[in-house]
């Protein structure tokens, strides 16, 4: 099993849809959660840290669920520009180590 | 503008030919990493320096080597590419503190004949 797993897509939306993706990982003791955008072959960038209590910024929501092992994302009111490849990340307890997931494609259709 | 420089974007080798593709860092921060990205495969981590000359190895340090002489570069060399090496890289920085984010670089294609 992998570390962290994630759907790879692609979600195809119509623009304003709303859509979650989900992350799933394998040890209980990661301490932190982000969520980063890449584009087409370019560098990740964060789009946003995981929270215990959740957390929005603008049309997007990220929720952690620890008993489940998942992190989720929320894009509300999809725009074109939203289209990219979103990466779940997760850093474990105590050290400096990010794992990966392989990423999840969006593709909103006009 | 804080960043994190990676050259070059693009590179054509030949297997065997010593090559070096070079990362640095504005922001002075503490700790930098090297990673690989492969369809299907997402980012793996090569090594990674949690100072001036520390290193460590990562998920996939096989053929690679780094160094960490001052704190703003950290050059991924690889000594004798080959084929399976064949990739895109991302360098990267952090501040050192725990759960803070990664800054990447641009990243450089490389494509080992």
């Known amino acids: 099993r992998k570390e962290v797993e994630q759907d790879p897509g692609p979600f195809n939306v119509p623009e304003g849809a709303t859509v979650a993706f989900n992350c799933t990982y394998s040890n209980s003791a990661s301490q932190s959660f982000f969520w980063y955008r890449q584009d087409c072959r370019k560098e990740p960038k964060l789009l946003m840290s995981v929270y215990s209590s959740g957390n929005e910024d603008g049309r997007f929501t990220a929720q952690l669920n620890r008993a489940s092992q998942y992190i989720s994302l929320l894009i509300r009111d999809s725009k074109l520009s939203d289209s990219a490849t979103y990466l779940c990340?997760?850093?474990?307890?105590?050290?400096?180590?990010?794992?990966f997931g392989t990423g999840t494609r969006l593709k909103v259709l006009a | 503008e804080a960043q994190v420089t990676q050259n070059p974007r693009y590179l054509i080798t030949v297997t065997g030919k010593k090559l070096t593709v070079t990362c640095s860092q504005n922001m002075n921060h503490e700790y930098m990493s090297w990673y690989r990205q492969d369809p299907g495969l997402g980012l793996r981590q090569i090594y990674y320096?949690?100072?001036?000359?520390?290193?460590d190895k990562g998920d996939v340090p096989e053929g690679y080597k780094v160094s960490r002489k001052e704190k703003r570069n950290f050059p991924l060399i690889l000594e004798s590419p080959s084929p399976n090496q064949t990739s895109l890289y991302f360098c990267?920085?952090?501040?050192?503190?725990?759960?803070?984010?990664?800054?990447f670089g641009s990243g450089t294609q490389l494509s080992v004949l």
């Open positions: 990340v997760v850093g474990s307890s105590g050290t400096y180590k990010y794992i």
């Open positions: 990267a920085s952090m501040s050192g503190h725990l759960n803070e984010k990664l800054f």
């Open positions: 320096s949690m100072n001036v000359e520390v290193t």
